[in-house]
Each structure stands twice: as C-alpha cells, then as structure tokens.
C-alpha cells in the first residue's frame, strides 16, 4: 500500500491533496498546528475514502515531531511520498527588508528550509529503499522580485536549491520543486490582509498536477502544478 506523508496537511493545499491521494487508496501521514482542525481533516478522509490517516498535531521545527512523522509511515510499511507543504509567511502585512525582523526572518526559514531537508534526511532511508519521491512546495516569490516578499521569497528559493542538489544527489528518487500557483488560502490571504482574494482558485486546482508528479513517470525538476500535463 502506496503511503505519503503531507506536511501542513489540515488546511489549504495539503488538505487538497490528502484529498485526492485519500480518493486513490493512499496511506497517509498528516500534521497541522491546529490539533482540532487536524483531526476534523482525518476524520473527513477516513469516513469518505476508508482508508489509513495518521494525523499528529505539532510543529515541522520540532526534531521530536518530525521524527513521529516518519515513524508513523514506516509503520505502515514506509514513506513512498514526502510532501514538504508547511510553510510559515512571515509577519502579515508583509515587511520590506529593511523593516523584517531578523527573528521573524529566522522562523521562516526554520519552517520553510531546515525542517523541509531535516525532514528529507529522517525519510531518506526509506524513500531510498521504496524509490520514492519527494515534493519540495516553492513559490514564483522564489524566482520573481516582488516587494514584500523578500523573507518568504528567500526560503523558497534556498528550498528550490537544496532540491535541487538533492535530485543530483539522490538519482534513485524523484525530487520535485512544485509551483502551486496563487490560490485562495489562509496564507494567501495574510499575504493580503484586508483585500478580497476570492479571485484566485481554489487549492484543489493544482492538485491534478501534483498528482501527476506523486504518480507518473516525470523526471526530478521543477514544475508549475497547473501546467504539469495530466493524462
């Protein structure tokens, strides 16, 4: 039985493809700070797709949770799929650089870079013994100069490079970095306090890409999820 675990797997994106992995038969492994929310997610999963849901509240900076979290899919036979979804946007309104404190900053890339690679390092054994894939969650702020964005748009960038030499370093897995587009989350919507974002999609339009990279045969790389050929 096919098992992945999704980081920030409550709410947003995360949710979405619990979603639709949950609809294929797929184990999973979640987690969310929201302890309630979390287990409302799981209880959802399980009761209209009967399959496995692991949820375990804490935080992906915490050594002791994310080792929880690979335990947890090891003992449903290993982890086919790590999807590295939790990220932290930094102080809402956004801050330019020179008003971002530098703690806040830290936080973010705790989230965003350390606990994605930390988390990659625990599974690795195990992805590397199931050829196993991993999906790195980025942003265009990686890649585009958008005032604001400087501390989130950082992390992701380093995130996009630490996959990267990961894909180079571990040719027996898929490693993708995965561009979700805009879309109509809790984050998003800090990002933009105040303002109406109910013009961007929903999560659950990347979600056929992402499903794409979890399930086909596309090389290591970086991707828009939205423009992943579905077949």
């Known amino acids: 039985m096919a098992v992945a675990v999704i980081t920030g797997g409550s709410r947003g994106l995360g949710r979405a493809l619990a979603r639709g992995l949950a609809s294929r038969g797929w184990s999973l492994v979640i987690d969310g700070r ?3 929310r979390l287990a409302a997610t799981a209880g959802e999963l399980r009761a209209a797709h009967d399959v496995t849901v692991v949820a375990i509240p804490g935080d992906v900076t915490d050594p002791a949770h994310r080792d929880a979290l690979v335990r947890a899919a090891e003992d449903l036979g290993g982890v086919d799929v790590l999807v590295n979804n939790a990220s932290e946007l930094g ?3 956004l801050l330019s650089l020179a008003d971002l404190p530098i703690d806040a900053y830290a936080r973010v890339l ?3 870079v350390v606990a994605p690679i930390s988390l990659v390092q625990r599974a690795l054994p195990s992805l590397r013994a199931r050829h ?4 790195n969650v980025s942003s265009d702020a990686a890649v585009e100069a958008y ?3 400087g501390g989130y748009g ?4 380093a995130l996009e490079q630490l996959t990267n030499v990961l894909a180079a370093e571990e040719p027996g897995l ?7 587009g805009d879309m109509r989350t809790d984050m998003h919507q800090a990002a933009f306090p105040g303002e109406d974002i ?4 929903q999560p659950e339009t990347s979600v056929p890409g992402l499903l794409a990279l979890v399930e086909g045969e596309l090389p290591s790389g970086r991707y828009e999820a939205r423009e992943v050929h579905v077949s």
Do not use: L, M, Q
């Not at 196993?132 to 999906?135: A, D, F, L, N, P």
């Not at 109910?198 to 999609?201: C, Q, V, Y």
């Open 174 to 180: 898929r490693v993708y970095r995965v561009d979700p």
């Open 34 to 36: 929201d302890e309630a």
């Open 91 to 93: 102080p809402s309104p």
């Open 132 to 135: 196993g894939r991993v999906i």
């Open 198 to 201: 109910t013009d961007r999609p």
């Open 147 to 149: 005032p604001g964005w």
């Open 154 to 157: 950082s992390s992701k960038a």
């Open 110 to 112: 705790d989230v965003n």
